[in-house]
């Protein structure tokens, strides 16, 4: 099976780092299809040099998030997974989804594992929360729970970047919401899932495979100069 792996990116300092490094591992990855989702008006010239030289085959789509979410705690990455999930539904008929954000890190085994997902896999991510995972409890090679740092009142309490779904399950009824905090557990509801059907991964998830590494933010330097020492032309510049 093909993997569809969806990625939401928007412009600041970390990006073309973050997706080099990912499409570093993708290249890697046998038969994936890579949806570049960018939260922007228009696709990222920038964005697509790194993308194409990478030789991952991959579409290129765009969808800025609509203006009331510019704000502080808005929902990330929504509108343009939106826009990715329509261009799947409209174009893939099978193979798998997985939602991978840019600034993760994930081991190759995973690839793997996720492509025999029938409904939908699930697996711990690593560095979320104050538990520092976030994974379902199998119990007799069934999910029986959800261990997470936040429940946050959801019926699936999973990080993003903690479950694949067969495309063939990705029905008309598949959303997302643009409320924080809420997109992964909505999305899932949208399909129909039941805790039975879910399929455990990583050893009955007993392995941590993908990480939600997040890059330090980008701080704008700041050049610290001693202007009584500056008698010299070679100071200038600095000026
Ligand atoms: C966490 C989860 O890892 C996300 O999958 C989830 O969507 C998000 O919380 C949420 O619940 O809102 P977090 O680390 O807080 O994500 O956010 P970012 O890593 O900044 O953004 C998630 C993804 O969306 C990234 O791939 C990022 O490039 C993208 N994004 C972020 C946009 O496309 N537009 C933005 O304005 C911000
Ligand atoms: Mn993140």
Redesign the pocket.
Known sequence: KMIYYV????PRPEQIPELTRLSHTLMHVPRIHWVI?D?QPICSETVKTVVRRSGIPFTHISSP?PFQYKSNN?????A?RRAAIDWIRQNIHEGILY?G???NTIDLQLFEEMRMTKRVSMFPVGLIGGYGVSSPIVKDGKVAGFFDSWPGSRTFPV???GFAVNIEFLTSSASMPYI??H??DKFLVSLGLKIEDIEPLADNCTKVMVW?T?TVKFKKPTLKVNFDKMNGDQYKNFA
């Open positions: 990625t939401p990116t928007y989702a939260d998030k808005f929902p990330r990455g929504v343009n939602f954000d840019d600034d990080d993003m970047a924080a905090g997109e992964e939600h997040r």
